[in-house]
C-alpha cells in the first residue's frame, strides 16, 4: 500500500497545477485526465518519474462504459477560450451550458467518445492508496458523485480541495452542495470557501 502526497481527479495538463506539484514532488503523485490531448500531455511530462502516476480514466460513482464529451482539439483556437480543453463531461448539455457571446461553442465542437468509467474506490485499490495529503477534484459536477461515494474509513485524507460552482447543474450550487458539505463535517472535517468557486476540507485532527 503506498501513501500518495496528492491525487488530482481532473488535471488538465497539469499546467495549472505546477506550484502544488512542486510542493509534493518528492511523494507519490497521482494524476487522473479523461481528455485524450490532456492525457497525452501529462503522460509526456510526468510519466518517466517513478512517483507519478498517469491515469485516463473518469471517476464516478459506478464502474461502467459511458459515452464521455469534450470540446474538440481544432475546435479550441475558434472558440478562443483555452480553458475550453478542460470542460470534459459525461453529459454533452454541461458544455453547451458554458455557451454566450464570448464562447460561441455548439454540437460541431464536440467529441464524443465512449471510455471506462471507475470509481473512487477503484481507483485506490488500483494504485493501492493508503493516504492522501490532499486530494483536488475539478470534474464539471461530478464531484457530487465522487465525493459522496469515497468510504473515509477504507482511505485517509487529510485535505479535500473541490469546485463547488456545478453541484447543482451548471453553475449552481444548492441542495446537493450543502448535503455534501454536511457529509464531510460528519467525517470529521473543517470547511473553508477558498473563492467563489472552490472549497476546501480539512481533516481535524484529534488530539
Keep these: 500500500m503506498r501513501d500518495f502526497g496528492l491525487v488530482v481527479i481532473g488535471a488538465h495538463t497539469g499546467q495549472y497545477l505546477t506550484e502544488i506539484i512542486s510542493e509534493y514532488k518528492n511523494k507519490n503523485i497521482l494524476l487522473v485526465e479523461p481528455v485524450p490531448y490532456n492525457y497525452h500531455v501529462l503522460e509526456k511530462e510526468y510519466s518517466n518519474k517513478e512517483n507519478f502516476f498517469i491515469c485516463k480514466n473518469a471517476i464516478i460513482d459506478n464502474t461502467s462504459k459511458q459515452n464521455f464529451f469534450y470540446v474538440k482539439k481544432e475546435s479550441i483556437k475558434k472558440l478562443g477560450k483555452h480553458w475550453a480543453t478542460g470542460i470534459g463531461s459525461f453529459d454533452i448539455n454541461h458544455i453547451l451550458s458554458h455557451k454566450g457571446k464570448r464562447f460561441n461553442i455548439t454540437d460541431e465542437d464536440i467529441e464524443e467518445i465512449v471510455i471506462d468509467f471507475i470509481t473512487f474506490k477503484d481507483l485506490t485499490e488500483r494504485y493501492s492508496i493508503k ?18 461515494s469515497i468510504d473515509f474509513n477504507k482511505v485517509k485524507i487529510n485535505q479535500i480541495f473541490f469546485e463547488s460552482k456545478h453541484f447543482d447543474g451548471t453553475f449552481l450550487e444548492g441542495k446537493k452542495l450543502e448535503e455534501t458539505k454536511k457529509m464531510l463535517e460528519i467525517n470529521g472535517y473543517t470547511l473553508e470557501k477558498v473563492d467563489n468557486e472552490n472549497i476546501l476540507a480539512k481533516k481535524i485532527i484529534s488530539d
Design 131 to 148: 493516504s492522501i495529503d490532499k486530494l483536488q477534484l475539478d470534474v464539471e459536477g461530478a464531484e457530487y458523485k465522487i465525493l459522496n
